[in-house]
């Protein structure tokens, strides 16, 4: 377990900030303050970071996506509730299995989490870890049997729940992207799609998905022909989406795309 600060360990403050749709702070505009942190604490001579107490998925996502460019390993702590959710509602599980995808170096409950919702919560999530997992920092979690898949299931999230998917699975009709989606995510959820499937042509058809994405039940598999959209949308979605294969950008560039936000390509 990595100490902590200030003995190596750099902090990464979030305070009491709130991302959109919840608050004021744009999801980009929070990742570079936490770039900014990092680049500090790195000049500072810290060989890793941590993110403490965390309260939300999205906080979580932003701390790691603004920290990359330190090139410093991040650890990550959430806060827990006594109904075993953040603050923010954010299922620990779909938060372990996301931040591990995208990087994190390891992820535990915070010294202020609910005693009982840690007990109840570390034997679920344990079989899940690919990184180092802990109840309280310094309670490290000894390493549990992995949980047993499929081959070729797919592990998918939203900020809400973890999804896991069969080889196959039958999207939605594409969704396109507006400021209110409400009907139409409600109407696909009625129906007996596996996923849905959003249609991303701009970047702000990114960010207006990513206005409405707390309202979706199901996976998320985004849908494009431009590079720079479908990277938006990866960044802003608060989960581990699959991006759809036909897009008609280069296979090359969605396996990176995939690898750098912890997606899938199918």
Not at 33 to 39: D, E, G, I, S
Not at 102 to 125: D, I, K, Y
Not at 167 to 186: H, K, N, Q, R
């Amino acid at each position: 377990m990595p100490p902590d600060p200030p003995e190596g360990c750099g902090a990464l403050i979030c305070g009491d900030a709130l991302i959109e749709p919840f608050g004021p702070v744009h999801f980009i505009e929070m990742a570079e303050r936490f770039a900014l942190q990092a680049r500090r604490e790195q000049a500072a001579g810290f060989s890793r970071l941590r993110l403490e107490d965390a309260p939300s998925l999205a906080l979580c996502r932003a701390a790691l996506i603004g920290a990359r460019g330190s090139g410093l390993p991040v650890d990550i702590t959430m806060r827990l509730c006594e109904d075993g959710r953040s603050p923010a509602g954010s299922s620990p599980l779909a938060s372990l299995v996301t931040l591990q995808a995208l990087g994190a170096a390891s992820f535990g409950f915070s010294a202020g989490s609910c005693p009982q919702a840690v007990r109840e919560e570390a034997a679920r999530l344990a079989p899940w870890a690919d990184i180092p997992f802990f109840l309280r920092p310094g309670e490290r979690m000894s390493p549990a049997e992995p949980v047993s898949l499929d081959e070729g299931s797919i592990l998918a999230a939203c900020e809400s729940e973890l999804f896991v998917l069969e080889e196959e699975f039958e999207y939605s009709e594409p969704v396109t992207c507006e400021l209110d989606m409400s009907e139409d995510i409600l109407e696909i959820e009625n129906c007996s799609n596996d996923v849905l499937l959003v249609r991303v042509d701009t970047a702000d058809d990114a960010y207006h998905f990513s206005l409405n994405a707390h309202m979706a039940r199901l996976p998320v598999a985004f849908s494009s022909d431009s590079e720079e959209a479908l990277e938006m949308a990866l960044a802003l979605f608060n989960g581990r989406a699959v991006i759809d294969s036909l897009s008609d950008v280069p296979r090359p560039v969605l396996c990176r795309l995939a690898r750098e936000y912890g997606a899938y390509v199918v």
